[in-house]
T-cell receptor, first 113, second 117 residues
Protein backbone atom coordinates (compact mmCIF):
# COMPACT_ATOMS: atom_id res chain seq x y z
CA UNK A 1 0.00 0.00 0.00
CA UNK A 2 1.42 3.33 -1.04
CA UNK A 3 1.10 6.05 1.53
CA UNK A 4 1.40 9.78 1.17
CA UNK A 5 1.77 11.45 4.55
CA UNK A 6 0.80 15.08 4.76
CA UNK A 7 1.63 17.44 7.61
CA UNK A 8 0.42 19.30 9.48
CA UNK A 9 -3.18 18.08 9.52
CA UNK A 10 -4.52 21.38 10.84
CA UNK A 11 -3.10 24.87 10.75
CA UNK A 12 -4.62 28.06 12.13
CA UNK A 13 -2.60 31.21 11.54
CA UNK A 14 -2.98 34.97 11.46
CA UNK A 15 -3.23 36.91 8.23
CA UNK A 16 0.23 37.85 6.97
CA UNK A 17 2.06 34.83 8.39
CA UNK A 18 3.97 32.32 6.29
CA UNK A 19 3.37 28.58 6.34
CA UNK A 20 4.67 25.36 4.80
CA UNK A 21 2.78 22.12 4.19
CA UNK A 22 4.70 18.89 3.63
CA UNK A 23 3.89 15.76 1.67
CA UNK A 24 6.12 12.69 2.14
CA UNK A 25 6.19 9.16 0.80
CA UNK A 26 8.49 6.18 0.32
CA UNK A 27 7.19 5.82 -3.27
CA UNK A 28 8.63 7.53 -6.33
CA UNK A 29 5.97 9.40 -8.29
CA UNK A 30 5.76 10.29 -11.96
CA UNK A 31 4.28 13.63 -10.96
CA UNK A 32 2.82 15.25 -7.90
CA UNK A 33 -0.20 17.50 -7.78
CA UNK A 34 -1.50 19.96 -5.22
CA UNK A 35 -5.21 20.61 -4.93
CA UNK A 36 -7.38 22.93 -2.92
CA UNK A 37 -10.86 21.90 -1.87
CA UNK A 38 -13.70 24.09 -0.65
CA UNK A 39 -16.53 22.68 1.50
CA UNK A 40 -19.14 20.85 -0.57
CA UNK A 41 -17.04 20.84 -3.73
CA UNK A 42 -14.54 18.62 -5.48
CA UNK A 43 -10.79 19.34 -5.36
CA UNK A 44 -9.41 21.87 -7.83
CA UNK A 45 -5.88 21.58 -9.18
CA UNK A 46 -3.36 24.24 -8.13
CA UNK A 47 -0.19 22.88 -9.73
CA UNK A 48 1.56 19.79 -11.09
CA UNK A 49 5.29 19.18 -10.61
CA UNK A 50 7.09 16.55 -12.67
CA UNK A 51 10.87 16.90 -12.44
CA UNK A 52 12.89 16.16 -9.30
CA UNK A 53 13.95 19.44 -7.68
CA UNK A 54 11.38 21.42 -9.66
CA UNK A 55 10.06 24.63 -8.12
CA UNK A 56 6.87 26.32 -9.32
CA UNK A 57 5.38 29.56 -8.15
CA UNK A 58 1.77 30.61 -8.29
CA UNK A 59 1.52 34.16 -6.92
CA UNK A 60 2.16 33.75 -3.17
CA UNK A 61 2.30 29.93 -3.36
CA UNK A 62 5.59 28.10 -3.97
CA UNK A 63 5.62 24.39 -4.74
CA UNK A 64 8.70 22.18 -4.66
CA UNK A 65 9.19 18.58 -5.75
CA UNK A 66 11.91 16.64 -3.93
CA UNK A 67 15.02 15.58 -5.83
CA UNK A 68 14.04 11.90 -5.53
CA UNK A 69 10.41 12.63 -6.50
CA UNK A 70 9.17 11.17 -3.21
CA UNK A 71 8.18 14.34 -1.40
CA UNK A 72 6.88 17.83 -1.97
CA UNK A 73 6.17 21.04 -0.12
CA UNK A 74 3.77 23.94 -0.47
CA UNK A 75 4.82 27.29 0.97
CA UNK A 76 2.41 30.19 1.29
CA UNK A 77 3.81 33.65 1.85
CA UNK A 78 1.76 36.30 3.66
CA UNK A 79 -1.33 34.15 4.03
CA UNK A 80 -4.72 35.77 3.48
CA UNK A 81 -8.19 34.72 4.68
CA UNK A 82 -8.98 33.72 1.10
CA UNK A 83 -6.34 30.97 1.40
CA UNK A 84 -8.53 29.14 3.91
CA UNK A 85 -9.40 25.64 2.74
CA UNK A 86 -8.33 22.01 2.55
CA UNK A 87 -5.04 21.43 0.73
CA UNK A 88 -4.37 18.00 -0.74
CA UNK A 89 -1.32 16.52 -2.41
CA UNK A 90 -1.60 13.59 -4.82
CA UNK A 91 1.13 11.46 -6.37
CA UNK A 92 0.74 9.83 -9.78
CA UNK A 93 1.79 6.19 -10.23
CA UNK A 94 1.65 4.24 -13.51
CA UNK A 95 -0.65 1.23 -13.21
CA UNK A 96 -2.76 -0.89 -15.57
CA UNK A 97 -2.41 1.37 -18.58
CA UNK A 98 -2.97 4.68 -16.89
CA UNK A 99 -1.94 6.79 -13.91
CA UNK A 100 -3.58 6.25 -10.57
CA UNK A 101 -3.37 8.93 -7.92
CA UNK A 102 -2.57 8.47 -4.25
CA UNK A 103 -3.83 11.32 -2.10
CA UNK A 104 -2.40 12.65 1.11
CA UNK A 105 -4.62 13.01 4.16
CA UNK A 106 -4.97 16.76 3.68
CA UNK A 107 -4.07 19.94 5.55
CA UNK A 108 -6.96 22.07 6.76
CA UNK A 109 -5.80 25.69 6.77
CA UNK A 110 -7.60 28.53 8.48
CA UNK A 111 -6.30 32.07 8.08
CA UNK A 112 -7.67 34.54 10.58
CA UNK A 113 -8.16 38.20 9.66
CA UNK B 1 -19.16 21.98 -21.62
CA UNK B 2 -20.23 20.50 -18.27
CA UNK B 3 -16.93 18.78 -17.30
CA UNK B 4 -17.68 15.93 -14.89
CA UNK B 5 -21.24 15.41 -13.73
CA UNK B 6 -22.44 13.11 -10.96
CA UNK B 7 -25.88 11.95 -9.92
CA UNK B 8 -27.42 11.93 -7.43
CA UNK B 9 -26.02 14.71 -5.24
CA UNK B 10 -27.46 13.27 -2.04
CA UNK B 11 -28.72 9.80 -1.14
CA UNK B 12 -29.86 8.05 2.03
CA UNK B 13 -29.94 4.25 2.05
CA UNK B 14 -30.84 1.62 4.57
CA UNK B 15 -28.35 -1.13 5.35
CA UNK B 16 -28.57 -3.83 2.69
CA UNK B 17 -30.06 -1.65 -0.05
CA UNK B 18 -28.30 -1.27 -3.38
CA UNK B 19 -27.72 1.72 -5.58
CA UNK B 20 -25.66 2.98 -8.50
CA UNK B 21 -23.80 6.28 -8.60
CA UNK B 22 -23.56 7.73 -12.07
CA UNK B 23 -20.67 9.72 -13.52
CA UNK B 24 -20.17 11.22 -16.97
CA UNK B 25 -17.47 13.42 -18.52
CA UNK B 26 -17.51 15.35 -21.78
CA UNK B 27 -13.77 16.09 -22.09
CA UNK B 28 -12.92 12.99 -24.14
CA UNK B 29 -10.67 11.68 -21.36
CA UNK B 30 -9.59 8.07 -21.39
CA UNK B 31 -9.04 7.69 -17.64
CA UNK B 32 -11.76 7.84 -15.02
CA UNK B 33 -11.73 7.35 -11.26
CA UNK B 34 -13.96 6.84 -8.24
CA UNK B 35 -12.87 8.09 -4.82
CA UNK B 36 -14.42 8.29 -1.41
CA UNK B 37 -13.68 11.02 1.12
CA UNK B 38 -14.37 10.56 4.80
CA UNK B 39 -14.33 13.35 7.41
CA UNK B 40 -10.83 14.51 8.20
CA UNK B 41 -9.30 12.40 5.49
CA UNK B 42 -8.03 12.80 1.99
CA UNK B 43 -9.45 10.95 -0.98
CA UNK B 44 -9.09 7.19 -1.24
CA UNK B 45 -9.20 5.49 -4.62
CA UNK B 46 -11.94 2.87 -4.99
CA UNK B 47 -11.66 1.88 -8.67
CA UNK B 48 -10.19 3.36 -11.81
CA UNK B 49 -10.43 2.79 -15.53
CA UNK B 50 -7.81 3.40 -18.22
CA UNK B 51 -10.26 3.07 -21.09
CA UNK B 52 -13.66 1.76 -22.11
CA UNK B 53 -14.03 -1.84 -21.02
CA UNK B 54 -11.16 -1.86 -18.52
CA UNK B 55 -11.33 -1.35 -14.78
CA UNK B 56 -8.95 -1.90 -11.88
CA UNK B 57 -9.12 -1.95 -8.11
CA UNK B 58 -7.78 0.94 -6.08
CA UNK B 59 -7.03 1.14 -2.37
CA UNK B 60 -10.53 0.40 -1.01
CA UNK B 61 -12.54 -1.67 -3.55
CA UNK B 62 -14.35 -4.03 -1.16
CA UNK B 63 -18.13 -3.64 -1.28
CA UNK B 64 -18.13 -1.85 -4.64
CA UNK B 65 -18.39 -2.72 -8.32
CA UNK B 66 -17.88 -0.48 -11.33
CA UNK B 67 -18.80 -0.39 -14.99
CA UNK B 68 -17.09 1.64 -17.69
CA UNK B 69 -20.08 1.75 -20.00
CA UNK B 70 -18.38 3.79 -22.71
CA UNK B 71 -15.73 6.47 -22.90
CA UNK B 72 -17.98 9.05 -21.22
CA UNK B 73 -19.57 7.09 -18.40
CA UNK B 74 -18.22 5.30 -15.33
CA UNK B 75 -20.69 4.04 -12.73
CA UNK B 76 -20.14 2.83 -9.17
CA UNK B 77 -22.48 0.26 -7.64
CA UNK B 78 -23.04 -0.65 -4.01
CA UNK B 79 -24.69 -4.07 -4.00
CA UNK B 80 -25.50 -4.22 -0.28
CA UNK B 81 -24.85 -0.93 1.45
CA UNK B 82 -23.25 -0.84 4.90
CA UNK B 83 -22.93 2.06 7.38
CA UNK B 84 -19.16 2.00 6.79
CA UNK B 85 -19.88 3.17 3.25
CA UNK B 86 -21.30 6.47 4.48
CA UNK B 87 -19.06 8.97 2.74
CA UNK B 88 -18.77 11.57 0.01
CA UNK B 89 -18.05 9.97 -3.35
CA UNK B 90 -16.15 11.80 -6.07
CA UNK B 91 -15.74 10.84 -9.69
CA UNK B 92 -12.82 12.25 -11.68
CA UNK B 93 -11.38 12.04 -15.16
CA UNK B 94 -7.99 12.83 -16.65
CA UNK B 95 -5.94 12.67 -19.81
CA UNK B 96 -3.26 10.28 -18.56
CA UNK B 97 -0.92 10.98 -21.46
CA UNK B 98 -0.47 14.52 -20.16
CA UNK B 99 1.33 13.43 -16.97
CA UNK B 100 4.87 13.58 -18.27
CA UNK B 101 4.26 16.98 -19.84
CA UNK B 102 3.34 18.22 -16.39
CA UNK B 103 -0.07 18.98 -17.75
CA UNK B 104 -2.07 16.24 -16.11
CA UNK B 105 -5.13 17.40 -14.31
CA UNK B 106 -7.82 15.40 -12.66
CA UNK B 107 -11.20 17.05 -13.10
CA UNK B 108 -13.58 16.26 -10.30
CA UNK B 109 -17.33 16.11 -10.18
CA UNK B 110 -19.29 17.86 -7.42
CA UNK B 111 -19.61 14.68 -5.36
CA UNK B 112 -22.40 12.47 -4.04
CA UNK B 113 -23.06 12.61 -0.32
CA UNK B 114 -24.21 9.13 0.74
CA UNK B 115 -25.57 8.17 4.14
CA UNK B 116 -26.24 4.54 5.03
CA UNK B 117 -28.43 4.03 8.07
Amino acid sequence: TQLLEQSPQFLSIQEGENLTVYCNSSSVFSSLQWYRQEPGEGPVLLVTVVTGGEVKKLKRLTFQFGDARKDSSLHITAAQPGDTGLYLCAGALWSSGTYKYIFGTGTRLKVLA
Amino acid sequence: NAGVTQTPKFQVLKTGQSMTLQCAQDMNHNSMYWYRQDPGMGLRLIYYSASEGTTDKGEVPNGYNVSRLNKREFSLRLESAAPSQTSVYFCASSAAEAVLRGADTQYFGPGTRLTVL
